[in-house]
């Protein structure tokens, strides 16, 4: 019996043997197995971030961008109105002006701008009533050769400045006139004052 326990001690030796192997095997195959799974895994997480990061590296470039672009427009907004307000009391300084200086811009306006034939000269009500006393003096020698203009009691509705009229022909120099015609000289002007 001792060569049948022999046997039986041999086969369970060599039972357990094949079975260690057989266990160190499956472990060998999933630690392998698990390590190319984590390699794996690490892979699609370094693509995940980098994707990631490149997703957030173009959203922040778009919203810099963004930023920058609003801040030149609200810059342009600022620049804009602040001109939009030196204008505004340029204008108001020209019909602010003392009497004799305005009448005197007036005259030189009228000047340049009479035709040689009559007609008349219309002024807003409030220039009309400040009118110096020897304006009509004045007009008729500031005149050109061959014009005649006398000043109109009719009330042109402007802020100041004047209308010249002559036989249904009118010529508008107010001043919302003369700012308005000159507006893009007086922006550049302006914004190289204000801004260079």
């Known amino acids: 019996m001792a060569g049948l326990d022999k046997i039986l001690e041999d086969i369970r030796s060599e039972s357990a043997r094949a079975v260690e ?8 195959a999933y630690d392998a197995e698990m390590e190319k799974a984590r390699k794996e895994a690490d892979a699609q997480a370094k693509q995940i971030l980098a994707h990631a990061r490149a997703q957030a590296d173009d959203l ?7 930023a920058a672009l609003e801040e030149r427009r609200m810059l342009l907004n600022a620049k804009q109105e602040l001109i939009t307000d030196v204008l505004a009391k340029a204008k108001e300084a020209f019909v602010s002006l003392p009497d004799d200086q305005y009448f005197a811009l007036i005259l030189r306006l009228i000047r340049k701008n009479a035709l040689r034939r009559d007609g008349e000269v219309c002024f807003c009500r409030r220039d009309f009533e400040r009118l110096p006393k020897d304006f009509a003096a004045k007009l008729v020698a500031a005149l050109p050769d061959g014009a005649g203009l006398n000043v109109s009691k009719e009330d042109a509705k402007i802020e100041g400045g004047f209308i010249l009229k002559y036989d249904g022909l009118e010529q508008n120099l ?5 700012f308005e015609e000159r507006k893009d000289q007086m922006t550049d002007a302006a914004g190289k004052v204000l801004f260079s």
Request: charged residues 30%; negative net charge.
């Open 21 to 28: 192997s057989v266990k160190q095997e499956a472990q060998a």
């Open 60 to 66: 922040i470039a778009r919203a810099d961008s963004a």
């Open 174 to 178: 107010s001043v919302e006139e003369i």
